[in-house]
């Protein structure tokens, strides 16, 4: 019987897929559909209109269909050899171009469906196994140079999957039923935190310096991967009193620390409050030069 996480709602059958020849699963991949047509997709792939598949697809509203079996192998990311040791996540986005946003709903649908798959498997949940598209290049070399997966918010989606595995959160309330006559005031909720990247060419500098310091080994390349990640926070327990694991993770108090540090050191003169911006990156970047 084919398998998928038990928070699958429902499922479509394609003919892309291939064995994993013996290969367990290993690693996540994250992508965006790079389109707000849910079930067009969905349509390409049942009539194999399209050579590519994914696992799972998690469309704006947080359904999770399930696509090919977690014994079977997706066709996504060009390499046989890395999509036979993945399991793999097409997310529909909100809209077209810009920063490709995806729904608070799908990204939550997709951190559920993570810890599940990380549970079963004896995945570790960290940014070191579940990766975006793109770090399957940048990071190991295999299929090919991409922007993939947008604005998607990969390490709140890795810490979520965390916290559900470990049990320490309380599950999704599920938005209350209408009321007729009287309505109460709702404040509105705080703006969900996500890490906002620096420009390539920002990125490039601090990469650089980086290496410079004996703090990266990878390519210059203006992209972030974990490898980065991991410099920064070497970075930041040298020189703003981050304690925590380096592990390549960077949450909202990793990025107050990047302003701590772009403050003390890179003449950085805003607010000390997580939300990266030009002038964080400027400052970060200016302190490690």
Not at 200 to 226: E, H, N, P, S, W
Request: aromatic share 8%.
């Amino acid at each position: 019987m084919p398998t998928f996480s038990h928070l699958t709602t429902r499922t479509v059958s394609t003919m892309n897929s291939s064995t994993r020849f013996g290969a367990r699963p290993r690693y996540i991949v994250l992508h965006h559909m790079a389109s707000t047509g849910f079930e067009g997709v969905l349509s390409l792939w049942s009539a194999a209109r399209k050579q590519g598949s994914a696992h799972y697809a998690i469309s704006n509203a947080g359904q999770v269909v399930g696509v090919v079996p977690e014994e079977r192998r997706a066709w996504s990311l060009s390499s046989a050899a890395f999509d036979s040791k993945a399991i793999v996540f097409e997310i529909a986005n909100q809209s077209m171009g810009g920063t490709w946003p995806v729904s608070a709903a799908a990204e939550e649908a997709t951190a559920r469906v993570v810890a599940d798959i990380c549970t079963r498997y004896g995945i570790p949940i960290t940014r070191d196994r579940i990766i975006g598209h793109r770090e399957v290049f940048a990071r190991f070399h295999a299929g090919y140079a991409t922007a993939c997966p947008g604005g998607l918010n990969l390490d709140g989606i890795v810490a979520r999957a965390k916290a559900l595995a470990a049990g320490t959160v309380p599950p999704a309330v599920k938005p209350a039923g209408i009321v007729k006559r009287a309505v109460k005031a709702v404040r509105p909720k705080p703006k969900a935190w996500r890490l906002v990247l620096p420009s390539r060419t920002v990125a490039k500098r601090i990469q650089r310096a980086l290496a410079k310091r004996g703090r990266y080994a990878g390519a210059i390349d203006g992209v972030f991967g974990v490898l980065s990640y991991k410099g920064i926070q070497k970075t930041l327990a040298v020189g703003a009193g981050y304690t925590g694991p380096i592990d390549g993770a960077i949450g909202i108090v990793g990025a107050r620390l990047i302003q701590t540090y772009a403050a003390k050191f890179g003449r950085y003169k805003g607010t000390i409050d997580g939300d990266l911006g030009a002038f964080s990156w400027a400052g970060f970047a200016a302190g490690l030069e």
